[in-house]
């Protein structure tokens, strides 16, 4: 099981990015996806996450500027970033929550990180 991120860069505050995260591999069933960010010296910390069922989940930091959403055919996760401050800056990381056969043993994957540099 791979996932692979995209759509980090540098930006200035106020403007956009968009996260990309697409899983690939032995995928049975995935249930939730989402994206953390660590910014230097800070722990792991998450963003934002949608269930296989369409709920929602965001940091308090981020709600109103942020979407997560969901492309459940093509296996990925996408994070509109609107409003981009000085403290966004991190790298993002993306997860999926998925089983990879029949038995339904969901485990965690995570993608290699991407960096969003958000200057003032």
């Known amino acids: 099981v791979q996932l692979q991120a995209s759509g980090g860069g540098l930006v200035q505050a106020g403007g956009s990015l968009r996260l990309s995260c697409t899983a690939s591999g032995r995928i049975f069933s995935i249930n939730a996806m989402g994206w953390h960010r660590q910014a230097p010296g800070k722990q792991r910390e998450l963003v934002a996450s949608a269930t296989s069922g369409g709920s929602t989940n965001y940091a308090d930091s981020v709600k109103g500027r942020f979407t997560i959403s969901r492309d459940y055919v093509k296996k990925t996760v996408h994070l509109q970033m609107n409003s981009l401050k000085p403290e966004d800056t991190a790298v993002y990381y993306c997860?999926?929550?998925?089983?990879?056969?029949?038995?339904?043993?969901?485990?965690?994957?995570w993608g290699q990180g991407t960096l969003v540099t958000v200057s003032s």
């Open positions: 997860n999926a929550d998925l089983a990879e056969s029949r038995s339904l043993r969901y485990s965690r994957y």
